[in-house]
């Protein structure tokens, strides 16, 4: 079993910055792929970035990029993501989550059906 605890979230001003980590716990997560994905009231878990267990390819959302950078630091046993110039739209609950050996690509493991362990979430809030 894997354990996810995501920190780092807030309320921020549209242009500003937040970090979010999710710390696993459990098993190393060398070899399982991990994202951060974004939900809103009534609506499905929508994919943000996601790294590849075996290449540490990384893979975001088309309008997150530039803005959003995910990173992984394996002694840690932990993923990262960077938000930058945040926008009202960027609100929500971003939960981390993973899944032993899943692919990621442009097309591939984008579906939150797709992931095994998840964290409780952590709010994001960006005001106008």
């Known amino acids: 079993q894997v354990q996810l605890v995501e920190s780092g979230g807030g309320l921020v001003q549209a242009g500003g910055s937040l970090r979010l980590s999710c710390a696993a716990s459990?098993?190393?997560?060398?070899?399982?792929?991990a994202a951060w994905f974004r939900q809103t009231p009534g609506k499905e878990r929508d994919f943000v970035a996601g790294i590849s267990w075996r290449s540490g390819n990384l893979y975001y959302r088309n309008s997150v990029k530039g803005r959003f950078m995910m990173s992984r630091d394996t002694a840690k046993n932990s993923v990262y993501l960077q938000m930058f110039n945040l926008k009202p739209e960027d609100t929500g609950v971003y939960y981390c989550?993973?899944?032993?050996?899943?692919?990621?690509?442009?097309?591939?493991?984008?579906?939150?059906?797709?992931?095994?362990?998840w964290g409780q979430g952590t709010q994001v809030t960006v005001s106008s």
């Open positions: 989550a993973a899944d032993q050996f899943l692919p990621i690509g442009e097309s591939t493991g984008r579906r939150s059906s797709e992931y095994e362990y």
């Open positions: 459990g098993r190393t997560i060398s070899n399982y792929a």
